[in-house]
Structures are given as C-alpha cells and as structure tokens.
C-alpha cells in the first residue's frame, strides 16, 4: 500500500487533483482519528484535519519520500494541532462530588474506555501526542520521531513519560473506586 499511496502523492504533485482527493479519502478518517485523541473540541478536530490536507497540498514538494506518505502527514497533522493547542484559551474545571464514584463496583468495558480515553486527555499535551501516536496508531518510535520532529531518545523518553503518567493517574482512579 505504501507505493500505492507515493505514487498518488507523486501524481498530485504533478497536478492531478484527482490523485490528491484519493489520497485524501485514503487517510481522512486516520488524520481525523489521531487529531481527535490529541484534541479536546470536536470543531477543533474537524478544522485540524481540513487545514492538515490544505497544508498538506501546499506542500507537496515537501515530500522527500524518505518517510511513509502517513508519518508525512501525521507530522502535518500534529503541528495543526499544535497550532490549536498554543493558540487555545486554558479552560479549567472545577471537580465536583457527582462525578466521584459512589460504590465499589468495577468498571463494564464502555465505563472503561472512556475513562482511559479522559485519562490519556489530561495527560499533558506533549505526552499525549506521541502516546497516541505510538500506542494508539501503532506508528514505530521512529516514526514518532519523524512525525514529531524530535530525536528517537528524546521520543522514547516522552513515550516512556506518557505510559508511567497515564499509568499513574490510573492507579489513582482505581484507589479512589476502592475507597
């Protein structure tokens, strides 16, 4: 699939528009998905992915070929939302007693995920991009680093961070249930 996904980035290159609206149907829902797992406003999810094709047509000259057409665009996706993140306005929440749980029981597998899902959001933001990156999409250290533009140790030392931060806000969760 990869050489089927250079060759549509090479024909868009060459001004096939065609080629391009393939590639972009190839990848939309993945972008979407990643830009979802990082971002926190569904609207900020949808314009990411738009302004991440936009930027990525712009820029096809950019593509050396020397990466996955996929990290190419993961690392376009990731500084979209990058962009949203710097430019967002902090909102805080003040924890309230209805969201505490109420008994000792155990999650069912929907209580769950989305657990882990708000969990791996109030991960720091520089943590929860390569997390998702790494453990969500399945892309390689390297390609992580690639996506990210950082060196391989410094990507696997923020993987690692994310996995002990995450794992430690779950412990947490879990102490609260028993108590």
Not at 7 to 17: N, V
Not at 22 to 35: G, K, P, S
Not at 137 to 152: F, I, K, P, T
């Amino acid at each position: 699939m990869p050489d089927e996904e250079r060759l549509l980035l090479e024909r868009a290159r060459d001004g096939d528009m065609d080629a391009f609206a393939d590639f972009v149907r190839h990848f939309e829902r993945r972008v979407r998905t990643v830009l979802f797992r990082i971002l926190d406003d569904a609207r900020d999810v949808e314009e990411a992915t738009q302004d991440t094709f936009v930027q990525a047509w712009r820029h096809l000259d950019r593509f050396r070929g020397d990466a996955a057409p996929f990290t190419w665009l993961y690392r376009i996706a990731t500084n979209e939302a990058l962009q949203r993140r710097r430019r967002a306005r902090v909102e805080t929440v003040e924890f309230s007693d209805e969201h505490a749980p109420t008994d000792d029981r155990s999650f069912d597998a929907g209580e769950l995920r989305t657990l882990l899902v708000e969990e791996i959001r109030a991960l720091p933001f520089e943590y929860r991009t390569a997390l998702v990156l790494r453990d969500l999409e399945g892309l390689s250290n390297e390609e992580v680093a690639e996506a990210l533009d950082m060196s391989l140790a410094a990507t696997k030392s923020r993987i690692h961070r994310a996995r002990m931060a995450l794992r430690a806000r779950l412990d947490q969760a879990q102490g609260t249930l028993s108590e």
